[in-house]
C-alpha cells in the first residue's frame, strides 16, 4: 500500500520562501504522476501543481511563476518550491499520487482530484502579512 509521507510548512511572512516535500514509500511512484492540492478554511480543495511521469510539470495561474514542482524518481520524492508568498497562499496543502498512468499526462487530468487515490496527511501553510 502506498502511503504519502509530508514535510515542510509553517509559518512564513509575506515575500518569503517555504520548500514542501513528500515522499513516497510505493513501489510504482515512477510510474504515477503527483500533485499538490491546498485547501483553506471554507474553500474547496484546489490544483496547486502538479508533475507527470515524464517531467512535464502544471500550475495553476495563482501560483504560477512562483511555484516549481520536481520530482527525485531515485529518491521517491516530489518537492514544491514556494517563493514570493502571499497571505493568500495561507492553506493545508496536500500531495496526492496517481496510480500507474500514461507517461505523458494533460492539465485536465493533472489538476482534477478524482485522478489521485493516495493523499499525504496535509501540511499546514500560513502567510503573515
Known amino acids: 500500500q502506498v502511503q504519502l509521507v509530508q514535510s515542510g510548512g509553517g509559518l512564513v511572512q509575506a515575500g518569503d520562501s517555504l520548500r514542501l516535500s513528500c515522499a513516497s514509500s510505493?513501489?510504482?511512484?515512477?510510474?504515477?504522476?503527483t500533485g499538490w492540492f491546498r485547501q483553506s478554511p471554507g474553500q474547496e480543495r484546489e490544483f496547486v501543481a502538479g508533475?507527470?511521469?515524464?517531467?512535464?510539470?502544471y500550475y495553476a495561474d495563482t501560483v504560477k511563476g512562483r511555484f516549481t514542482i520536481s520530482r527525485d524518481n531515485a529518491k521517491k520524492m516530489v518537492s514544491l518550491q514556494m517563493n514570493s508568498l502571499k497571505p493568500d497562499d495561507t492553506a493545508v496543502y496536500y500531495c496526492?499520487?496517481?496510480?500507474?498512468?500514461?507517461?505523458?499526462?494533460?492539465?485536465?487530468?493533472?489538476?482534477?482530484?478524482?485522478?489521485?487515490?493516495?493523499w499525504g496527511q496535509g501540511t499546514q501553510v500560513t502567510v503573515s502579512s
Open positions: 510505493g513501489r510504482t511512484f515512477n510510474e504515477a504522476a
Open positions: 508533475i507527470d511521469r515524464s517531467g512535464a510539470t
Open positions: 496526492a499520487q496517481t496510480p500507474r498512468t500514461a507517461f505523458f499526462a494533460n492539465s485536465d487530468y493533472m489538476a482534477s482530484q478524482k485522478s489521485y487515490v493516495t
